[in-house]
């Protein structure tokens, strides 16, 4: 019997793969389970329902195995929504071996906007080897025969850590504004999930072993919330939204709990490129929180901010380096 047309699944401990192969259209979806932090944004905007949540497993208040995403290759129609919103940049689609997002090439979803800038003529070269450390994902390095920086853009997740490093010489633009606070009074005794399983040490342990938040560093993914021991209970409710004359009702989750929390992710408003779709309407609904206000950390009062240096690696060599600014 043919296998045309029939998804072909496999997993390992390291990778997820989906792989479809039609008459003129060849695809794959990869998920790198390395890079997954098991967010939930994935599973929010399939329109398919088609990702869902695997928990993650604690031991003693540590992970033992992380939270990532299994998926339902039968329900997955290959849109690409999860690849766009992944904030981990975790998944990836190709089309005949070329990598190619369908709601993008029929505008039904929007880019995110975000940019990691080099502003060579700012940069304390002395800096270049503490920058490179305290890049979250690997994705800076410096040139040598051009005596510059390099980014991989493709692969930053414009967690901020390289503008404070750098003393303001990296300029980074995230996509989601909103906030992070943790109330360490609630935090369950001796747990640290959280800080294992932050992708930018926006969450981390300081030099005296305790969980500290920077929250300049949160790229609002919400993980900390999916392996904190209180979790979240959600409601569903209605909402109703008009598309091109007709009345749209759909359903979303509404954080019911906040106050009990001990960390609490929030998304506001996000940097995209301009789109008019009843699916991506229904995306930025499960995804934001209901805010009127909006509300961003000034980046040059983050630049003097010293709890923002300590959260750096290596941070005591800044001391000598990039003496902080006056005021």
């Given at each position: 019997m043919s296998q045309r047309g029939i998804p072909q699944k496999t997993r390992d401990e390291h990778k997820m793969t989906i792989h479809r192969g039609m008459v003129t259209r060849n695809y794959l979806m990869t998920w790198d389970l390395d890079k997954c932090v098991g967010c939930q944004i994935g599973p929010l905007v399939c329109p398919k329902e088609a990702l869902t949540h695997v928990p993650v497993q604690l031991e003693n208040g540590r992970i033992a195995v992380k939270a990532?995403?299994?998926?339902?290759?039968?329900?997955?129609?290959?849109?690409?929504?999860?690849?766009?919103?992944?904030?981990?940049?975790?998944?990836?689609?190709?089309?005949?071996?070329?990598?190619e997002i369908p709601v993008h090439e029929y505008e039904a979803y929007p880019e995110y906007i975000a940019k990691t800038i080099f502003h060579?003529?700012?940069?304390?070269?002395?800096?270049?080897?503490?920058?490179?450390?305290?890049?979250?994902?690997?994705?800076?390095?410096?040139?040598e025969k051009r005596d510059t920086m390099r980014v991989d853009f493709a692969n930053c997740i414009h967690c901020r850590q390289c503008e404070v490093a750098s003393n303001g010489a990296f300029e980074v633009r995230q996509p989601w504004q909103g906030s992070v606070v943790l109330h360490r009074e609630r935090c369950v005794e001796g747990c640290f999930a959280c800080a294992d399983i932050c992708p930018t040490r926006a969450l981390h342990?300081?030099?005296?072993?305790?969980?500290?938040?920077?929250?300049?560093?949160?790229?609002?993914?919400?993980?900390?919330m999916q392996v904190c021991p209180i979790k979240p209970v959600y409601e569903s409710q209605e909402f109703v939204f008009d598309y091109q004359g007709m009345e749209v009702k759909r359903s979303h989750d509404v954080l019911m709990n906040a106050d009990d929390?001990?960390?609490?992710?929030?998304?506001?408003?996000?940097?995209?490129?301009?789109?008019?779709?009843?699916?991506?309407?229904?995306?930025?609904?499960?995804?934001?929180?209901?805010?009127?206000?909006?509300?961003?950390?000034?980046?040059?009062?983050?630049?003097?901010?010293?709890?923002?240096?300590?959260?750096?690696?290596?941070?005591?060599?800044?001391?000598?380096?990039?003496?902080?600014?006056?005021?």
């Open positions: 990532s995403v299994d998926v339902d290759e039968k329900k997955c129609v290959n849109c690409g929504m999860c690849v766009v919103s992944c904030p981990t940049h975790a998944i990836s689609l190709t089309i005949n071996g070329k990598p060579r003529e700012q940069f304390d070269f002395a800096l270049k080897d503490f920058v490179i450390d305290n890049c979250s994902v690997d994705v800076i390095s410096y040139d342990l300081n030099d005296e072993g305790e969980l500290v938040l920077a929250d300049y560093y949160c790229i609002k993914c919400g993980a900390c929390l001990a960390i609490k992710v929030e998304r506001w408003r996000l940097n995209h490129t301009p789109v008019s779709s009843a699916a991506w309407i229904e995306a930025l609904r499960k995804l934001a929180d209901d805010k009127a206000q909006m509300v961003e950390i000034d980046r040059k009062r983050a630049l003097r901010r010293a709890d923002l240096m300590r959260a750096l690696r290596g941070h005591t060599l800044t001391d000598k380096l990039a003496p902080p600014k006056k005021r």
